[in-house]
């Protein structure tokens, strides 16, 4: 619920009232006080609707998710990981293809941009972890030198202890929508809340999101810290979920960037009086709306994937060769490799070359190649 449509509504004197109710609720939570950037957070009916309606929606991706193949799962992760790395590359600008992002995954010489290896690197590490361990500000500091730094021309790097020292502005890309927070003794408070509420039980969708203001709001570095921003919104999920929901953040916040921007525009004390509940709404929906597209997205493929299924009669080895490389073209943006197809189906490195290039002499395969690999996606 917007507080701002309260504003208009009533007196000023009965807005005041109802304002101050919220604040002295005994289940409203407080941020950045100490920062001098007061913020609060309650229990709200459109809230928690909201954030109902994004749990069912997850709950509804997540069961047609699992009824793909241990295979099918496998490839769709591939395919949101690409998309993922590709959105969060987009809000800031940093130029990537598929076929960047997919040569890092694959260890593929000739990828020189640093920022590129760096958030493919950053996304690595979400899979790679088996806990998270963001307990201190040293703890922070140091999954930034590791995944972000590296990227950084030298002017870039932070000048205090843990974070900057200096002013920085957060921009929309055209104009200055925000200031960070000032000073570095703030700046360090500020990301000590951050962490007492990474660490909170609060309901884990409603705290990321919460973490995700804060996080923001603070920018506690001159660059990175949209990367680093979204990077630990996902990695708190999966820390917690274990779900491929993780990797579709960044790809509905790209998608609907204007939105994203506003909804950070919007929970200023100008607008909405401190208050983040409808911050958490917009989030929210934007996290219901690429859920619905997603879930669409891949229902039409699993579709596909049945309509394609055995259109050819070939021998039982090159049967489950095709099978594969059509559900492998289908879910993921550049097929399978001669060793995957060896690992999933069991069979001789001979045997497959042999349908490879039958498949090829039909005119129904493709490859590509990446590097030393070659992979192979049915086109017909």
């Given amino acids: ?95 990537s293809t598929k076929h960047d992002i997919f040569s890092v995954m694959k260890q593929v010489k000739g990828v020189k941009d640093k920022k590129i290896v760096s958030v493919v690197n950053s996304y690595q590490h979400i899979l790679q972890s088996d806990s998270h361990n963001l307990k201190t500000l040293d703890d922070i500091g140091k999954l930034y030198d590791t995944l972000i730094l590296p990227s950084l021309a030298p002017e870039d790097k932070p000048d205090g202890k843990y974070f900057r020292k ?27 809340e951050f962490l007492e509420l990474y660490n909170s039980d609060l309901e884990i969708m409603e705290k990321m999101i919460l973490c995700h203001f804060i996080f923001e709001t603070t920018h506690p570095y001159y660059d990175g810290n949209g990367r680093m921003g979204r990077f630990l919104f996902s990695y708190g999920l999966y820390q917690k979920t274990k779900s491929v929901f993780t990797f579709k953040i960044a790809m509905a916040f790209s998608r609907n960037k204007k939105k994203y921007y506003s909804a950070f525009k919007n929970a200023s004390k100008d607008h909405e009086f401190g208050c983040l509940n409808g911050f958490v709404e917009d989030i929210a929906q934007l996290l219901i709306d690429e859920l619905d597209i997603t879930i669409k997205d891949i229902t039409l493929k699993k579709d596909k994937i049945e309509t ?50 039958h498949f090829k002499n039909l005119g129904i395969l493709e490859s590509t190649r990446f590097g030393y690999y070659v992979f192979h996606k049915i086109i017909k």
């Fill in 1 to 95: 619920m917007k507080i701002k449509k309260q504003f208009y509504k009533l007196s000023k004197e009965e807005f005041d009232k109802y304002l101050d109710g919220l604040k002295k609720a005994p289940d409203t939570l407080f941020f950045l006080e100490k920062a001098k950037e007061p913020y609060f957070y309650c229990l709200m009916r459109d809230t928690l609707s909201v954030l109902n309606e994004l749990l069912l929606k997850k709950e509804e991706f997540e069961r047609l998710y699992q009824s793909f193949s241990g295979f099918g799962q496998r490839q769709l992760l591939q395919s949101f990981f690409i998309d993922e790395i590709e959105s969060t590359n987009k809000i800031e600008n940093i130029y």
């Fill in 308 to 357: 394609l299924k055995k259109p050819f009669k070939f021998k039982k080895s090159e049967d489950q060769i095709y099978n594969l490389l059509t559900e492998g073209s289908i879910l993921s943006d550049f097929g399978l490799s001669n060793t995957e197809i060896q690992e999933e189906t069991n069979l001789s490195k001979a045997t497959v070359d042999k349908a490879i290039k």
């Fill in 166 to 192: 200096g002013d920085v502005y957060i921009s929309d890309g055209i104009t200055h929508i925000h200031r960070g927070v000032s000073g570095e003794e703030n700046i360090n408070l500020a990301m000590r």
